[in-house]
């Protein structure tokens, strides 16, 4: 059995500041569900083809703090986006990763989603 924290930096590390997704679906659980302020998808193939449109906007994060309790993990990070126009901004995230079975089911992630709007004219 892994240790959630191990596997949801594991998971980190697959996810930002590269320009693929390659060995993130080996981390998810088929029937995984993802929810934020402005998506929510369920399943492991639907969310790697949402994070690969914009692995490729993430320019940096910084990681502030984890909180992990059993198959729980908190983490609040700040991710630095490019926007498709030209320019940056900055998102301040809390995000909630619970695992099962050595796998990721679940992700849920908070954070004022106002500038990523205007960024991505959505």
Known sequence: MTNSLELVNRFYDLTNNK??????????DENMTF??????????????EMVG??????????????????????????????????????????????ISNDKIVSQKIYYDPREFVKAFNL
């Not at 320009?19 to 998810?28: F, H, R």
């Not at 502030?64 to 320019?87: A, H, M, R, T, W």
């Open 19 to 28: 320009n693929t997704t390659d060995g993130v679906e080996d981390l998810l």
């Open 53 to 98: 449109q914009f692995i490729k906007f993430h320019k940096k994060w910084a990681m502030f703090k984890q909180f992990d309790n059993g198959s729980d993990v908190c983490s609040i990070y700040e991710v630095e986006l490019g926007k498709p126009g030209g320019g940056s901004f900055s998102v301040m995230i809390a995000d909630w990763i619970s």
């Open 35 to 48: 929810s934020g302020p402005l998506l929510q998808v369920t399943g492991a193939k639907k969310y790697v």
